[in-house]
């Protein structure tokens, strides 16, 4: 007797059901994220001591999961303001797969060891490698290569046992249990490693000090919208003026952190530069030194 499949009948269901079922799903996925915490938690401060040190993340994905790793690295930039090469991603098949379905290279181990030796990975960088089985042989040979070359490495999935969890030092497994749409790992599972790519990235660069009472300090302010929230943050910590808090931001050449430093001791923005970067551009330090 073939068992009944825990949706069967799903495409025969009004549209209101159909999306009950989903969130009833997805409703599962934060708690089983939070189980993982203390696994996060060790890989963050992986990040941050490379980080710290000149090193550099490096992410591996193939499909939906290498598209969740690139959106992850493209957004540290604007949101911490740290250069291109701080956070890279690495998916199969290029840049040309996000937009194009190129499934198909995911199964080329020697791409990614090739492209891991292409990205100049080694001792004190992090590779990450990014899929929803583990079993993906793109990023498998990505993280075997990473590990051979001298880095840490971390697996990101949601299955227990897989090959890239026997290989890397580090694993966070996010069980998220079978999907809506059987194998449709673009749901549940890419859900789970949108999280744990935000929690990645986010608590990193808030430890090294690109985050300040809450606050997006280091954010390149390249747009009337990030300009304006710039000053408001400005005027927030040091409780200058909206003039005052406009005049030295561009006086800073827009940089949010050298604006605070500026205003909240008195300084000329160059004296507030130099600050900072005797604090590795750690606000609270700056302003506590």
Not at 121 to 135: F, L, P, Q, R, T
Not at 148 to 162: D, N, P
Not at 246 to 268: F, H, K, N, P, T
Request: aromatic share 4%.
């Amino acid at each position: 007797m073939v068992d009944q499949l825990p949706y069967q009948g799903i495409d025969t269901w009004d549209t209101a059901a159909i999306l009950t079922a989903m969130n009833d799903e997805d409703k599962g996925v934060p708690a089983a994220v939070g189980v993982a915490i203390p696994r996060i938690t060790a890989v963050v401060d992986v990040m941050v001591a490379a980080i710290g040190q000149g090193g550099h993340v490096h992410y591996f994905g193939a499909g939906t999961s290498g598209r969740l790793a690139v959106l992850d690295a493209y957004e540290c930039p604007p949101t911490f303001d740290v250069a291109p090469t701080v956070v890279q991603a690495h998916l199969a098949g290029g840049n040309l797969a996000f937009a194009h379905q190129m499934e198909n290279l995911e199964d080329d181990a020697e791409r990614g060891a090739e492209d891991a030796r292409a990205a100049g990975v080694g001792h004190g960088d992090v590779a990450i490698g990014v899929a929803a089985s583990g079993n993906t042989p793109y990023v498998i040979g990505a993280v075997e290569e990473a590990a051979r070359l001298g880095a840490e490495t971390v697996a990101l999935v949601c299955a227990r046992g897989s090959a890239l969890e026997r290989i890397a030092r580090h694993c966070i497994a996010v069980d998220v249990g079978p999907e809506l749409v059987g194998g449709s790992t673009r749901l549940k599972a890419g859900t789970a490693q949108k999280l744990v790519l935000n929690m990645l990235s986010t608590a990193t660069f808030t430890k090294l000090g690109h985050v300040y009472d809450g606050l997006m300090v280091a954010v390149r302010p390249d747009n009337v919208k990030l300009q304006k929230r710039a000053a408001a943050i400005i005027r927030r910590i040091t409780g200058a003026g909206d003039d005052s808090a406009q005049a030295m931001l561009a006086a800073s050449g827009m940089d949010v952190r050298v604006a605070i430093v500026a205003l909240a001791q008195q300084l000329s923005p160059e004296e507030a530069r130099a600050r900072l970067a005797r604090s590795s551009g750690n606000l609270r330090q700056a302003l506590a030194s």
